[in-house]
C-alpha cells in the first residue's frame, strides 16, 4: 500500500529563516501529491498539491516538487513567519485509492 | 465557500455511553471521511463514504460505525466509548473519486471519554 514518511519535529525557526521539510512517499503508479496545513484550533487545509511528475505546488510563499526519481516532495520556504506556526501534513494520492497522511511537522517560528 | 461543519468542537463523555459525531458539508461531494489525529500517529482513516448509505472501513474502524443516510451528512458513531477514544477526530468531504481530488476538513471535535 501507499506510505509517506515526514521529518519529525518540532521544527523551531527564527522569523525569516528558510524552512524545509522533508517528505518521501512510496506508492504504486504515480500518485497525486499534497501539503496540508493545520493552524492551532482548525483543521486540515489544503497548501499545495502537484499531480504529476516535475509539477511545482506553490501557495503563500510555500513550494514543492514533485520528484519521482527521488520520491520525494519537500516543502521549503524562503523566509518564514510567526504567522507559519502550524503543523504541516504531506499526503499521496493514487487513483481510487484513499488518502495517506504522514505524521505531521510541527512548525514555531519565533520572532 | 466551501463548508464541512462539525457539531460540536469539544465533548466529554462517559466510559460506555454512546456517542455520536455529526458532520455536514455543502458543497454537494460524493465522498465522506471520517479521522482520527493522535499525537505522533498523523490521521488515521476510521471510515469513509462514497455514496449515500455506502461505507467503507478505513485502517482503523474498530469501536466505531458511521451511517450516510443524506448525501450531506456523515455520522460517526462510538456504540460504547472508552478511554482510548479520546482524540481529536476530523471529518473530510471530497468530490467523486480522483487522484486531483483534494479533501476538505472540518475544524474538529475533540472527544474526551472519562
Known amino acids: 500500500g501507499n506510505s509517506v514518511t515526514q521529518m519529525e519535529g518540532p521544527v523551531t525557526l527564527s522569523e525569516e529563516a528558510f524552512l524545509t521539510i522533508n517528505c518521501t512517499y512510496t506508492a504504486t503508479g504515480y500518485p497525486s501529491l499534497f501539503w496540508y496545513v493545520q493552524y492551532p484550533g482548525e483543521g486540515l487545509q489544503l497548501l499545495l498539491k502537484a499531480t504529476k511528475a516535475d509539477d511545482k505546488g506553490s501557495n503563500k510563499g510555500f513550494e514543492a516538487t514533485y520528484r519521482k526519481e527521488t520520491t520525494s516532495f519537500h516543502l521549503e520556504k524562503g523566509s518564514v513567519q510567526v504567522s507559519d506556526s502550524a503543523v504541516y501534513f504531506c499526503a499521496s494520492r493514487g487513483g481510487y485509492q484513499k488518502v495517506t497522511f504522514g505524521t505531521g511537522t510541527k512548525l514555531q517560528v519565533i520572532p | 465557500d466551501v463548508k464541512v461543519t462539525q457539531s460540536s468542537r469539544y465533548l466529554v463523555k462517559r466510559t460506555g455511553e454512546k456517542v455520536f459525531l455529526e458532520c455536514v458539508q455543502d458543497m454537494d461531494h460524493e465522498n465522506m471521511f471520517w479521522y482520527r489525529q493522535d499525537p505522533g500517529l498523523g490521521l488515521r482513516l476510521i471510515y469513509f463514504?462514497?455514496?449515500?448509505?455506502?461505507?467503507e472501513k478505513g485502517d482503523i474502524p474498530e469501536g466505531y460505525s458511521v451511517s450516510r443516510e443524506k448525501k450531506e451528512r456523515f455520522s460517526l458513531i462510538l456504540e460504547s466509548a472508552s478511554t482510548n477514544q479520546t482524540s481529536m477526530y476530523l471529518c473530510a468531504s471530497s468530490p467523486a473519486l480522483g487522484a486531483k481530488n483534494i479533501q476538505y476538513f472540518g475544524a474538529g471535535t475533540r472527544l474526551s471519554v472519562l
Open positions: 463514504s462514497y455514496d449515500v448509505k455506502m461505507k
